[in-house]
């Protein structure tokens, strides 16, 4: 059976698109993610993917993929679904959260945190005030 995450996944976008909101992912990054070490914090990367954002956009079942630029140099992203810990919209924070999949057969390179395994939760936001998403139980 299809898991249902990747149809929420596209319905949280479509959502936020159609609000003209920015929607964003939280990704938790492990040997199956392609994306830009260097922007990686505490074993997660948050992703802009609104359509201002991203080029050629492909919304799987099993793998989130566009290119996208990072400090000007463009790049192909590469998520699965697996690893998406929430979605949400940077203007309220309104989205959802996901308990995350770890792959067991990565390993990290030097410099690079180490997936626990353990829920993610997003970064909260800052205290001038920026929205936040949090995970409830």
């Known amino acids: 059976m299809v898991s249902t995450k990747p149809y929420f996944l596209r319905a949280v976008f479509e959502w936020c698109t159609d ?3 920015t929607p964003h992912l939280t990704v938790v990054v492990d040997g199956r993610t392609r994306v830009p070490r260097e922007y990686v914090r505490d ?3 948050v992703l802009n993917i609104g359509p201002d954002a991203t080029h050629q956009l ?4 099993d793998e989130i993929t566009f290119q996208a630029r990072f400090n000007g140099v463009a790049f192909p992203v590469a998520v699965p679904v697996d690893a998406v810990a929430a979605i949400y919209a940077r203007e309220n924070g309104q989205g ?3 308990e995350t999949v770890p792959d067991q057969a990565s390993t990290t390179s030097a410099g690079e945190a180490a997936d626990s395994g353990k829920p993610v939760e997003p970064p909260p936001g800052s205290a001038n005030g920026r929205p936040h998403l949090t995970r409830i139980k």
């Open 43 to 45: 074993g997660q990367i």
């Open 96 to 98: 959802m959260a996901f």
């Open 58 to 61: 492909q919304m799987g079942n």
């Open 19 to 21: 609000q003209g909101f």
